[in-house]
């Protein structure tokens, strides 16, 4: 049976739900990390694992992971997140998506969701004809809500400008060299935003296809996905999927910063401090990629419209900027210190 006890990336998280709907196939895992500052707030991730025990570990480091960024991002939510785990083909159907929709309403607001990697704002909608403990629906002009990708991308954009003015001394991007690792929703956004500001671009994605439609909207030269970590930038970007910073990856770098929005960046603990210890400045994913987050409470809890959003998002380079004067100080990491401040926030 598997259990989390014992695995590494438990964390007296409060609440684990397994779900099974044997009429549409679903099985999902929910992991609620902490309601110490609202309800567990965190997408639903749609994805094929190598084994049960892969989709346990993501849902236990994503779900702590949320409780880290709301917390920092000083957003009136705790910490969630859910997958489902997909087939190899990873095709899902709308009875698929409405069970899990009927799982989330059972646990009665303890954990609400939106959209993350494989789900859409359509999903959403099915999701919301069975629970309202959902955000990421559609609006209409003037109103918080829709895709989160977007203010995702923004609040990496402004995060990769505060990196680069704190290690390079500049305060624009033009003429710079950005690695981007991914091309989807998120990576797409940053890559339109740094182009815009003249930022020379190489990018990497496993979809041929998505790769070659970015880089020509963009300019960008497109790497191959297991060169893009390597590749000489000032800038690299990893905006996939996590723990694609390791020992290994972490010593082929050629770059003084590293500033993404993918979750769960670190493979370990221990690779925020390789990082610090090669001189690279490292952006804490769960600060820098609040932005969709930051969407998604403000549409959910109804507190203000986009001005607060933008006022939100635009407050993540000086938490940033916070954290790496912390680490100067101290000399920690700045992982380490990101952690410190979040744990202290949700009383852990």
Known sequence: MLTPWGFPDFDAHEALHFVT???????????????????????????????????????????????????????????GKAVILANADRSKDEALV???????????????????????VADMMTIAGQTRFVAGLPVE??????????????????????????????????????????????????ARLAAAEGARLSIADVDAARVERLAAETGATIVPVDALLSTPADVVSPCALGAILTEESIAALDTPIVAGGANNQL??????????ERGILYAPDYVINAGGIINV?????????PELVRQRIEAIPGRLEQIWSESAASGRDPAAVADSMAQALIGR
């Open 21 to 79: 709907d044997r009429a549409t196939g679903l099985r999902a895992i929910i992991a609620v990390h902490s309601t110490h500052l609202g309800p567990a707030g965190g997408g639903t991730r749609f994805w094929h694992y190598a084994d049960d025990a892969d989709a346990l570990t993501d849902a236990l480091r994503l779900s702590r992971g949320m409780s880290y960024k709301n917390a920092m991002a000083g957003l009136p939510l705790g910490g």
């Open 98 to 120: 409405a069970a899990f929709g009927r799982a989330v309403d059972s646990l009665g607001g303890q954990y609400v969701t939106a959209e993350d990697v494989g789900m859409s």
């Open 141 to 190: 002009g003037g109103a918080v809500g829709g895709d989160p990708g977007p203010h995702t991308s923004l609040g990496v954009f402004l995060g990769i400008k505060a990196a680069v003015r704190r290690a390079l001394g500049k305060d624009s991007l033009a003429g710079l060299h950005l690695a981007i690792q991914g091309a989807g929703s998120v990576a797409g956004g940053v």
């Open 267 to 276: 493979a370990t603990p221990e690779d925020g401090t390789r990082l610090m």
């Open 297 to 305: 409470s403000t549409e959910y809890v109804k507190d203000g419209g």
